[in-house]
């Protein structure tokens, strides 16, 4: 099935937002980069935080997308889906095109939580929580929630240190300190009969 217009736009200004940011990037930019005149944004989106929120709805759903099934294809057990998120991330981390967390760069720029656009970042983090505590329940964690809750602690400062590290400011290799500290705390969490 062809794309129809609106979702070649947002397909188009993800990549503009995610390279360049949100405040960053005025309506001229995106038109010079997507090739998407105004009157056809406008056409389709009354203003640009319209825009942005469906950016990130499909930033949304390709991460989860691309995430879940990863750790599916990289550990076939709950607990090992656990620590192969931070195996995805490392492949992450390792793309050309890695700019960090969209989501992260969202709620930065629209700190006021009762904005949609931080208010859409926090609940892709609240979609990421509920997918791992449940993968923490079947583990057998005694606290599903505060395992996940300090599993994507670590994941969140995992892509931070990484985008740092990109520029030579950190060293190390974050997802896999990460993994290793995840590791720890799931020995804590999951006690083995």
Request: aromatic share 8%.
């Amino acid at each position: 099935m062809r794309p129809n217009k609106r979702d070649e736009l947002v397909r188009k200004a993800l990549d503009v937002f995610y390279r360049n940011g949100f405040h960053a990037t005025g309506m001229d930019k995106l038109v010079a980069e997507t090739g998407v005149s105004k009157t056809s944004m406008y056409k389709h989106f009354r203003t640009k935080e319209e825009l942005i929120l469906a950016v990130l709805r499909l930033r949304d759903e390709n991460f989860r997308n691309w995430l879940y099934r990863r750790i599916e294809e990289l550990a076939d057990t709950p607990e090992g889906q656990l620590l192969a998120l931070f195996d995805a991330l490392s492949e992450w981390f390792e793309r050309p095109e890695f700019r960090g967390c969209m989501f992260i760069k969202a709620s930065a720029e629209f700190q006021e939580v009762n904005h949609p656009i931080h208010a859409q970042s926090a609940a892709h983090k609240q979609f990421l929580q509920d997918h791992f505590v449940g993968l923490a329940a079947d583990a057998g964690a005694e606290e599903p929630l505060n395992l996940a809750r300090q599993l994507l602690l670590l994941k969140e400062g995992a892509i931070v240190s990484a985008v740092m590290a990109r520029g030579g400011g950190l060293a190390g290799d974050p997802a896999a300190d990460a993994k290793a500290a995840a590791r720890k705390l799931i020995e804590l969490h999951i006690q083995k009969s």
